[in-house]
T-cell receptor, first 114, second 109 residues
Framework: DSGVTQTPKHLITATGQRVTLRCSPRSGDLSVYWYQQSLDQGLQFLIQYYNGEERAKGNILERFSAQQFPDLHSELNLSSLELGDSALYFC?????????????FGPGTRLTVL | EDQVTQSPEALRLQEGESSSLNCSYTVSGLRGLFWYRQDPGKGPEFLFTLYSAGEEKEKERLKATLTKKESFLHITAPKPEDSATYLCAVRVEDQKVTFGTGTKLQVIP
């Protein structure tokens, strides 16, 4: 158990819908990262937040957005969902926002878009 | 564009048969190279961070090394519980992280 929690564990929805994934980092960790893992593209970095502020942006679509709240939990919002958005979404956290920080991954949210 | 390539895609070893996994990278401004282990349906588990060429780190049967163009994960006398997908990732100056597609390791008793 990494100490990172993600909810929900599974999510099934329809194309065009909007969903919110939630992540609580390990106690004391200030940085949160979001990743998408699909069978054909591997693990893709989406975005990083550090202490409430956006720190780095990866291949995140404009239909997706994220935020980190004052209590440090984070939410990833996915809108206008398409079939291709079906994937495992992982959240990770680290102590600080530095480049070498070890990241602890949560168990993931499996999103299925029908 | 930053690229990370892992080889082989899959590796099948007999228990006790040592081998190496490769991670080659083409990036500008490397700020860290990471190795993770991922079991099916679970999140990646951190193994090592390497920062500069020549650096080595060890943990039980695993040893990671880094050169200017690639990293190796050496597995000595593997056991069935070492079966997993091993992922390599790099972090660059703008903080972005790029993962390789992984090597799926199967260790047979």
């Amino acid at each position: 158990d990494s100490g990172v929690t993600q909810t929900p564990k599974h999510l099934i929805t329809a194309t065009g819908q909007r969903v919110t994934l939630r992540c609580s980092p390990r106690s004391g960790d200030l940085s949160v990262y979001w990743y998408q893992q699909s069978l054909d593209q591997g693990l893709q970095f989406l975005i990083q937040y550090y202490n409430g502020e956006e720190r780095a942006k990866g291949n995140i679509l404009e239909r997706f957005s994220a935020q980190q709240f004052p209590d440090l939990h984070s939410e990833l919002n996915l809108s206008s969902l398409e079939l291709g958005d079906s994937a495992l979404y992982f959240c990770a956290s680290s102590r600080t926002g530095g480049t070498g920080n070890e990241q602890f991954f949560g168990p993931g949210t499996r999103l299925t878009v029908l | 564009e930053d690229q990370v390539t892992q080889s082989p895609e899959a590796l099948r070893l007999q228990e006790g048969e040592s081998s190496s996994l490769n991670c080659s990278y083409t990036v500008s401004g490397l700020r860290g190279l990471f190795w993770y282990r991922q079991d099916p349906g679970k999140g990646p588990e951190f193994l090592f961070t390497l920062y500069s060429a020549g650096e080595e780190k060890e943990k039980e049967r695993l040893k990671a090394t880094l050169t200017k163009k690639e990293s190796f994960l050496h597995i000595t006398a593997p056991k069935p519980e070492d079966s997993a997908t091993y992922l390599c990732a790099v972090r660059v100056e703008d903080q972005k992280v790029t993962f390789g597609t992984g090597t799926k390791l199967q260790v047979i008793p």
